[in-house]
């Protein structure tokens, strides 16, 4: 047997399994036959090529009735861990108030920074699990986690720690990103540089040094930080060595995609206003186009973020909920592959790609995560579900029967 183990984990059969093996397809297969041992898949193929008869190989075999099983899915960008809401600003959007108004007036960001630093650690905890129950009662088994409603160190610090020990607590995949540059923190109006000094010269390296930072972000817009300032941040992550991704060219084409190809950055997120060219440079340099549909729908935004460039160039498409209090409160990753689909129009398996393997990708895991193979982590979902189109045509609706994440089973 593999792995040196006498029997696996787990067998599951009697299921069509969607390995997304290949660069194109779903790479299904009918008749599948998945074995796990511990936190990895070691087997997923044909029932008919087991070497074994199925009841000799495993602890516990489980015939799946012929449901679709994908790997676990990958939300690679959202900001689940926040105080209160923004309902109200939902109702002034709707009487005609800009986002960019709302923010410069002194609401948005900075709403949820005034409450999100008066809630404990411990309070925070109690109010991000639900969101993150939501997800994963979605099929999510992977997920990244920004901070940046904190904007000082000790806030972000408690964000970042509330994200990891959510992953503890449910079992599932946590990726943190320190979102250095969200908003200006209230203490240093008028003192920009002394603010971005603080968060590149101090902030971030502590943080880095306390092991709670996986990558590093910032929201590259007229209404938070210039691509200079940016550019700061992400020669400070780099002497680090910690990768970085970017809120770029949502609101208008401030260069954020070029910036963040020019670092190498894993995603350029949003990219509704991104340009031919730096869709380029985000091709040579392997930079993922993180597609945020639900917040294009909140925000009511007309600029289509350029699908068709990134599919000529082979740019890689993910997308994710971006789940935060203002632009985008979302609580289901199908949904968000729904919009993906009908707003940006996406086809379905670039919709399951997206949430996946390309997810995966723009958080550094693509090696394990993402893909239903050998060698690869076992998160898996199992979906009641017939044609691999419904897992973003349903809009609400049953999540997965079964959820695996790192070979446990999570229900
Ligand atoms: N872009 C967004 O859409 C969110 N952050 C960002 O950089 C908005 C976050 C919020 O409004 O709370
Ligand atoms: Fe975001």
């Known amino acids: 047997m593999k792995n040196g183990k006498t029997r696996w984990d787990w067998l599951l059969l009697d299921a069509r399994a969607m390995t997304l093996a290949d660069e194109r397809g779903y790479g ?38 012929g449901a679709l099983v994908t790997p676990g899915l990958v ?53 991000s699990l639900p969101r993150a129950r939501a997800l994963l009662r979605d099929g999510v ?56 000094d603080a968060v590149c010269q101090e902030w971030l390296p502590r ?65 509704e206003y991104t340009n031919d060219e730096a869709v380029a440079r985000m091709a040579k340099a392997g930079t ?3 597609l945020l549909p639900a917040a294009y729908y909140c925000l009511r935004e007309t600029t289509l973020p350029p699908v068709e460039a990134f599919r000529r160039q082979g740019v890689a498409m993910a997308v994710a909920s971006d789940l935060n209090p203002g632009t985008s409160p979302i609580l289901s990753l199908r949904l968000a592959m729904n919009q993906a689909c009908t707003l940006f129009r ?18 550094g895991l693509a090696a394990r995560k993402g893909r239903l193979a ?10 009641e579900v017939g044609a691999p189109a419904e897992l973003s045509y349903w809009i609400g609706g049953p999540g997965p029967t079964a959820l695996f994440a790192n070979g446990l089973r999570l229900h």
């Open 28 to 65: 299904l297969i009918e008749d599948a036959a998945i074995g796990i041992v511990g936190n990895r898949i070691v087997y997923a193929g044909r029932r008919a090529d087991l070497p074994l008869a199925p009841d000799t190989m495993a602890e516990r075999v489980e015939l799946l009735g």
């Open 75 to 127: 939300d690679a960008h959202t900001h689940l861990v926040f105080a209160g809401h923004r309902a109200h600003e939902f109702d002034m959007r709707l009487n005609g108030a800009t986002y960019a108004e709302i923010a410069q007036a002194g609401g948005g960001i900075l709403s949820t920074v005034r409450a999100t630093r008066a809630a404990s650690e411990d309070e925070l905890f109690a109010m």
């Open 141 to 196: 088994t992977t997920v990244e986690i920004k901070s940046g409603y904190g904007l000082d160190v000790e806030s972000e610090r408690r964000q970042l720690r509330v994200a990891r020990r959510i992953g503890q607590a449910l079992g599932i995949t946590v990726r943190t990103t320190y979102l250095a540059l969200h908003a200006l923190a209230p203490e240093f109006v008028d003192r920009r540089k002394e603010f971005v």
């Open 207 to 271: 943080l880095h040094g306390e092991g709670l930072v996986d990558a590093v972000d910032a929201f590259c817009e007229g209404i938070a930080f210039t691509p200079a300032e940016t550019r700061r941040l992400f020669e400070a992550a780099g002497a680090l060595g910690l990768p970085v991704k970017l809120h770029a060219d949502q609101l208008s084409d401030l260069g954020g995609a070029a910036l963040a190809a020019e670092f190498g950055a894993l995603s350029a997120d949003h990219l």
């Open 288 to 290: 993922v186009a993180m």
């Open 346 to 363: 996406l086809t379905p398996e670039e919709a399951i790609r997206g949430t996946t393997l390309h997810a995966a990708r723009a958080l």
């Open 374 to 383: 050998a060698g690869y982590d076992a998160d898996l979902a199992v979906w």
